[in-house]
């Protein structure tokens, strides 16, 4: 239960892989939708995303990059918000059913593991771009790519903030 709010359920919503092998028959009676990102200023391009990405399926898995991958990937003075911190925005979200910090630079092994029915990802990925769409679509599951909203970036925020 959370600490904040003890009618809320925010924290179980945050699970590790082993939940995914543990629970693998009752999740997938429902038709599972992954996407992964490293979420780091939540605004409303990612908000505006996520519901979008809930519609394609009945359960949404959030992939969310670990802090030192976020380092790997955006450089040292990344991430602004720790791991923990934006794991517990995410599954404060409606949308979203639950949220898997992983390691790696790429969510491969997540996405193999989930096994979802859909892999989202935002529109300035081409479909081969995509790291685990080869595996989606070989086990009878679609990839698609969402529309961002123009104007939202966590990077171009975090950037205005700087020069203020």
Same mark, same amino acid.
Do not use: W
């Given at each position: 239960?959370? &600490?904040?709010?003890?009618?809320?359920?925010?924290?179980?919503?945050?699970? @590790?892989?082993?939940?995914?092998?543990?629970?693998? +028959?009752?999740?997938?009676?429902?038709?599972?939708?992954?996407?992964?990102?490293?979420?780091?200023?939540?605004?409303?391009?990612? +908000?505006?995303?996520?519901?979008?990405?809930?519609?394609?399926?009945?359960?949404? %898995?959030?992939?969310?990059?670990?802090?030192? @991958? %976020?380092? &790997?990937?955006?450089? =040292?003075? &990344?991430?602004?918000?720790?791991?923990?911190?934006?794991?517990?925005?995410?599954?404060?979200?409606?949308?979203?059913?639950?949220?898997?910090?992983?390691?790696?630079?790429? =969510?491969?092994?997540?996405?193999?593991?989930? &096994?979802?029915? %859909?892999?989202?990802?935002?529109?300035?990925?081409?479909?081969?771009?995509?790291?685990?769409?080869?595996?989606?679509?070989?086990?009878?599951?679609?990839?698609?790519?969402?529309?961002? +909203?123009?104007?939202? @970036? @966590?990077?171009?925020?975090?950037?205005?903030?700087?020069?203020?």
């Amino acid at each position: 239960m959370s &600490r904040l709010h003890p009618n809320l359920n925010i924290e179980q919503k945050i699970v @590790s892989r082993t939940f995914f092998v543990e629970n693998a +028959v009752k999740l997938h009676q429902q038709k599972i939708v992954f996407t992964n990102g490293c979420f780091d200023v939540l605004h409303f391009g990612h +908000v505006h995303y996520l519901l979008q990405a809930k519609e394609l399926g009945d359960i949404l %898995v959030v992939g969310l990059n670990s802090d030192d @991958s %976020v380092r &790997r990937l955006k450089g =040292p003075s &990344r991430p602004i918000n720790g791991e923990k911190e934006r794991a517990f925005v995410l599954a404060a979200l409606a949308c979203v059913d639950y949220v898997v910090v992983f390691e790696e630079d790429t =969510p491969k092994e997540l996405i193999e593991t989930v &096994r979802p029915d %859909v892999l989202v990802k935002g529109g300035d990925y081409a479909l081969d771009q995509i790291v685990g769409a080869d595996f989606v679509t070989r086990n009878g599951g679609s990839v698609t790519t969402l529309p961002f +909203v123009e104007g939202f @970036s @966590s990077t171009r925020i975090i950037e205005q903030l700087k020069t203020e």
